[in-house]
C-alpha cells in the first residue's frame, strides 16, 4: 500500500468504530460464546445485516427527508426535533406500535395495528413503506412458522 492509501484507511478508523459502537449499544449484542466456526460466522454475519439494515433505515430516511424539504421531525426521546434521526431515535419513536390479532379455530376474526399516528404515517412514507404491509399483516405470512414451533 502507497503511504497516502494508509493515510486514508487511518483516517476512516473513527467510521469504522462508530459502527462497532452501534453493534455494541444499539444493536444490544450481548456477549456470546461459540465454539464451532461456522456459528462464529453466522453471528458475525447476523450482526453486519443488521448494522446494514440500520444504516439503510437512516440513510434512507435522510435522504427522503432532504427530498421533500424536511428540515427536522420530533422522534428523539423527548419528542424534540432532530434533523438526523438515528436508529435509537427511530427504534424509540416506534416502541408503542403494536400488532394484536384474534385467532379462533385458526382463523383470523380481527387483526389490528394499534399505535400509529400521522407522524408514523409520515414517517413510513419516508422509508417507502406501502401501507399494504400493515394491511397484510392478516394473513399470516408475518408468523413463519410460528404454529409449528409451539405445537411441537
Request: hydrophobic content about 40%; proline content about 3%; glycine content about 2%.
Amino acid at each position: 500500500m502507497t503511504l497516502l492509501s494508509i493515510l486514508r484507511k487511518y483516517k476512516s478508523q473513527p467510521f469504522l468504530e462508530k459502527r462497532m459502537y452501534t453493534e455494541k449499544t444499539v444493536l444490544e449484542a450481548a456477549p456470546v460464546f461459540l465454539k464451532k466456526e461456522k456459528r462464529i460466522e453466522a453471528m458475525l454475519f447476523l450482526y453486519f445485516a443488521a448494522l446494514m439494515i440500520v444504516s439503510l433505515i437512516k440513510r434512507k430516511t435522510r435522504m427522503n427527508m432532504a427530498r421533500e424539504n424536511i428540515e427536522k421531525m420530533p422522534v428523539s426521546h423527548q419528542g424534540m426535533n432532530t434533523d438526523k434521526p438515528t436508529w435509537n431515535n427511530i427504534r424509540h419513536f416506534f416502541r408503542n406500535v403494536c400488532f394484536s390479532q384474534i385467532i379462533r379455530d385458526g382463523i383470523c376474526i380481527q387483526a389490528v395495528v394499534k399505535g400509529l399516528s400521522a407522524l408514523h404515517e409520515q414517517f413510513c412514507r419516508l422509508l417507502e413503506i406501502p401501507d399494504s404491509v400493515y394491511n397484510n399483516l392478516r394473513d399470516n405470512r408475518w408468523q413463519f412458522g410460528y404454529k409449528k414451533l409451539i405445537y411441537q
